[in-house]
Every structure is written in C-alpha cells, then in structure tokens.
C-alpha cells in the first residue's frame, strides 16, 4: 500500500498505550507483546528494470524481484510518500530518501509508525517511509529472527535478513528512491534486526539507528563489508532488554540465550566503524521524554572510518517504551542525513 501521510495531530493516545502496555509485559519468557494492528492494501505501481551493482561496479548475485505483485509480496509492506513526491527523476541523488521502520515484537509497522510519528516528521521532509510486517507465530505475535536471542521463539526461522533487503531493492527499483539514502530504524525485536542488518547488508544501508535493541552475544557474527552509521538508543532502565544486557527465554528450545549489554552493542560496531577505542561524552540533551529533562549525554566515537559515525545515547531513567517529544525524530533524523553511500 502505498499513501502519503500529512502532518497533523499527534497519534491517537489510546493506540499508544496500547503500545506501551503491549512491549511492558516483557519478552520471550520476559515479555508477551500483544499483536497489534494491521492496515495493507495492494496497489498498481509503475514496471521499473532495477539496477544494482557494488561499489566496484560489480553486480550483485541477488535473485530478481518481483515486478509485479505488492511491495514485500507474502508480507506486503505499507509504502508512505512525502507530499512533495516526485515519481520522475533522472538523477538518483536529488531523489528521495528511504527509511524502513522495524516493529518490535508483536507490534506491527503501522502501529510503530504510530508511536514513533515517524512519518508525520519524516514525509514533510521529503522522505519515503516504509512500515513492514514481520511473520505471524503460532501465538499470534508478529515478530522478526534476527539474532539467535531474539525474536523467533517458535524455531520458525524466517529469512528476515532477505525479505528487508529484497524490500528495499523493490522500493528503490519503484519509486523514486536515492540508493544511495536508504536508512533503517528499528525499535526492540526490530531493532536487533535493524543492528543484524549493518552486520550483514552495509551495501544496501547507509545508516541504521536502534531503539532498545542489541547485536549479537558473539560479536564474531558481524562482519559488515563498509563502514556504517549506527546510532543506539537505549533506556537505562528498560525492563524488557536491560541496558546491562540479559537473556531471552526460547520455549521451544528449553534455553536461555543471551545479548549483550548496550555498552558493549556500541563498542563493537565502533571497532568495526574503526573508530577510536573509548567515547567522547557530548553535552546532555532533551529528547523530550516526560518530566525527565535533559535525560541523555550523547557518546560518540571519534577517528571512524568516512561513513561509519558510531553514536549511542543512553536515555537516563527511560525504560522499553520512552515517550518522546517532538524533538526527538528530528534529532534522529539529523544523524541519518550525515550518510549517503555516493
């Protein structure tokens, strides 16, 4: 489905708390994440020959995309376009760019977009914004395998690496998408995707930033081929994936499989960004989070490869579901337009 989605009010409270008390019964054995909703109409889009190639001009030995059926075919993904749209234009650098937003686990795209307002600051700015659904498990949660802690408790083990990056390679092959600006976002279960994603897929994304997430327990598994902007974001009071890292319970495997600590998630993509070994501390900032005032002090690292600026900002006293203000997805915004693979 394809719709361009005005400015406006902010989204409807009780769909938020919905949210919020959907992702605060924890994960795994920690959490139950009621499903959320869903909103998917197909639609006509116009037949364009796609084109990829990496950055020696060598091109990639990736399966053709369907032409034809809805955007994320099986999975079809809602597709929202900036007012100022433009369907035609021959230079792919004045095109527009392209976000994909992750859910977290038993959420769905629409209902993410729907707590981030994501794509009512982003469409005004020109961007295209894509709300994809993950698969539907035996307990009526819709969830994304993206690291061997979270989310696939069932076994099912989907290919969710493939389904985000054949996605995009059809956005970008149907509308008028700069290659180049591709961005993901990713919250809790989407974000351990979304962080998944720049261990694997550097070609297709220029900068990720994860909501409450974390990479792999063994950082040996990330391997990306470029540097890539990765911003986190994590609450140091998050009950769901703890700040300091923890364990989610697989019923199907009788275990306990751990992630790392958010600490340790930046750190590792700062060594393989190439930056230099301990963080800078910025000056505190308000993200507007409710009565908690200034409540991160960004850390960035310094001397990174071009293109891979490597930032964290821990969310003093926040936990799995912070309720932001508007200042906060123009700052996250601000970080992903510091990148364009050229």
Same mark, same amino acid.
């Given at each position: 489905?394809?719709?361009?989605?005005?400015?406006?009010?902010?989204?409807?409270?009780?769909?938020?708390?919905?949210?919020?008390?959907?992702?605060?019964?924890?994960?795994?054995?920690?959490?139950?994440?009621?499903?959320?909703?869903?909103?998917?109409?197909?639609?006509?889009?116009?037949?364009?020959?796609?084109?990829?190639?990496?950055?020696?001009?060598?091109?990639?030995?990736?399966?053709?995309?369907?032409?034809?059926?809805?955007?994320?075919?099986?999975?079809?993904?809602?597709?929202?376009?900036?007012?100022?749209?433009?369907?035609?234009?021959?230079?792919?650098?004045?095109?527009?760019?392209?976000?994909?937003?992750?859910?977290?686990?038993?959420?769905?795209?629409?209902?993410?977009?729907?707590?981030?307002?994501?794509?009512?600051?982003?469409?005004?700015?020109?961007?295209?914004?894509?709300?994809?659904?993950?698969?539907?498990?035996?307990?009526?949660?819709?969830?994304?395998?993206?690291?061997?802690?979270?989310?696939?408790?069932?076994?099912?083990?989907?290919?969710?690496?493939?389904?985000?990056?054949?996605?995009?390679?059809?956005?970008?092959?149907?509308?008028?998408?700069?290659?180049?600006?591709?961005?993901?976002?990713?919250?809790?279960?989407?974000?351990?995707?979304?962080?998944?994603? =720049?261990?694997?897929?550097?070609?297709?994304? /220029? +900068?990720? #930033?994860?909501?409450?997430? *974390?990479?792999?327990?063994?950082? &040996? @598994?990330?391997?990306?081929?470029?540097?890539?902007?990765?911003?986190?974001?994590?609450?140091?009071?998050?009950?769901?994936?703890?700040?300091?890292?923890?364990?989610?319970?697989?019923?199907?495997?009788?275990?306990?499989?751990?992630?790392?600590?958010?600490?340790?998630?930046?750190?590792?993509?700062?060594?393989?960004?190439?930056?230099?070994?301990?963080?800078?501390?910025?000056?505190?900032?308000?993200?507007?989070?409710?009565?908690?005032?200034?409540?991160?002090?960004?850390?960035?690292?310094?001397?990174?490869?071009?293109?891979?600026?490597?930032?964290?900002?821990?969310?003093?006293? =926040?936990?799995?579901?912070?309720?932001?203000? /508007? +200042?906060? #997805?123009?700052?996250?915004? *601000?970080?992903?337009?510091?990148? &364009? @693979?050229?």
């Amino acid at each position: 489905m394809m719709s361009r989605m005005p400015s406006g009010s902010p989204a409807p409270r009780a769909v938020l708390l919905l949210f919020a008390a959907s992702v605060s019964l924890g994960l795994g054995c920690a959490t139950r994440d009621p499903a959320g909703v869903e909103a998917r109409v197909d639609t006509e889009v116009p037949e364009v020959a796609p084109s990829e190639t990496q950055e020696g001009g060598t091109a990639e030995a990736l399966p053709p995309i369907d032409m034809t059926g809805p955007i994320g075919g099986t999975r079809p993904a809602e597709v929202k376009l900036p007012d100022n749209y433009e369907a035609v234009e021959p230079d792919a650098a004045k095109r527009h760019p392209l976000i994909v937003l992750l859910h977290g686990y038993g959420a769905t795209g629409v209902l993410q977009d729907l707590y981030l307002n994501l794509s009512r600051e982003a469409n005004p700015r020109g961007y295209v914004v894509a709300l994809p659904d993950g698969t539907l498990n035996a307990s009526g949660q819709r969830f994304w395998n993206a690291s061997d802690a979270c989310c696939d408790l069932a076994g099912g083990a989907p290919d969710d690496v493939a389904y985000v990056r054949d996605l995009v390679r059809q956005i970008v092959a149907r509308y008028s998408v700069d290659p180049g600006r591709v961005y993901l976002v990713g919250h809790s279960n989407g974000a351990f995707l979304t962080l998944r994603l =720049a261990c694997e897929q550097t070609k297709h994304f /220029a +900068a990720v #930033v994860s909501l409450a997430g *974390a990479t792999w327990a063994d950082a &040996a @598994r990330c391997k990306p081929e470029l540097p890539i902007g990765v911003l986190t974001i994590h609450g140091s009071a998050d009950p769901v994936i703890a700040y300091e890292g923890g364990t989610i319970g697989h019923p199907s495997a009788f275990a306990a499989v751990p992630y790392p600590s958010a600490k340790s998630t930046i750190a590792m993509f700062g060594d393989r960004n190439g930056c230099a070994r301990e963080p800078v501390k910025g000056d505190p900032r308000d993200l507007g989070l409710t009565s908690l005032g200034r409540e991160t002090t960004p850390w960035q690292y310094e001397r990174c490869k071009a293109g891979g600026d490597t930032e964290h900002w821990p969310l003093e006293g =926040a936990g799995h579901v912070p309720t932001f203000g /508007a +200042a906060f #997805v123009p700052a996250m915004l *601000a970080f992903l337009e510091r990148h &364009a @693979r050229r």
